[in-house]
């Protein structure tokens, strides 16, 4: 079943839009911004945190860029209107870093004052090994000048080991995921081409050192039996609930989510929206083979239906 699955991940760029749409209706809280208000008001409701994302990355051109700009400081406004204790996740690709990382500065910096102005803390996402260095050095800076921000960071680099050494020595928040973008196998740690599993011991280091030296961690993953040597390793260590918190992808796992909540820990959700609804559908359904054989299968039983 899973060569198969695999296999429907790789055909994905002949499914049809129609079919991807109907399917990211679970994983996208909409296109605009009233379709993500009601999600997350509704999640908060269900007591959930949230992180909100505009979808869209690798501007193209500076308007583009500018374009996403006015975009989350409307969501800002919207946000601090209704007083929803969210959070922003900030892709600097998508604030066109690679095209002119000092307009890009001034665009970020824009949208941290207006959210310090609402009470809304961000989180700057990490992207391709590409934009590594240069998105540390924009979280330092940002960080430096008092802005409530955190970095994500991903457990499958080597390199996370020496990136961490700075930030724990100043309590950074951070948010650890395994990591999902196809990167040479001289950047990853041992084993992560092959097998997702072989990332746990490495992310299971970085959480604890993190939490040991004082941060705040958010522990993003979907993996099950990461998760239950995580709750294990918190309880044993006493680590008080208020200093991480488990985060999750919208419509992903959602049992667990509950589960997890339902124990007491505290779980944010990943919220994306927007327009660039397609690729963001379709790099989730690459990274889980297990929906790409569902809408496979979908697809065979709409066909026989003719």
Known sequence: MRILNTMAARAIPLVPR???????????????????RTRIRALHAAGFRTTVDVLGESASSSEQAESMTREYLNLIDALGAEREPTE????????????????????????????????????IDMEDIRFTAKTLDAFSKFEADGYAIGIALQAYLKRTSDDLVPLLARKSSMRICKGIYAEANEHLVDGASRDRAAINAHFVRHVSTALEAGSFVGIATHDAPLIDVLTGWLQRAQIDRSRFEFQMLLGVCEPMRDALRAQGFNVRIYVPYGQDWYGYSTRRIKENPRIAGYILAAMVRADRMR
């Open 18 to 36: 129609s079919l991807i749409r109907k399917i990211s209706r679970r994983y996208i809280a909409g296109e605009t911004l009233c379709d993500a």
């Open 88 to 123: 922003l996740s900030i892709k600097l690709t998508a604030l066109g870093l690679h095209l002119d990382k000092d307009a890009c500065m001034t665009r970020v910096a824009a949208i941290l004052q207006s959210a310090a102005a609402h009470g809304i803390n961000a989180c």
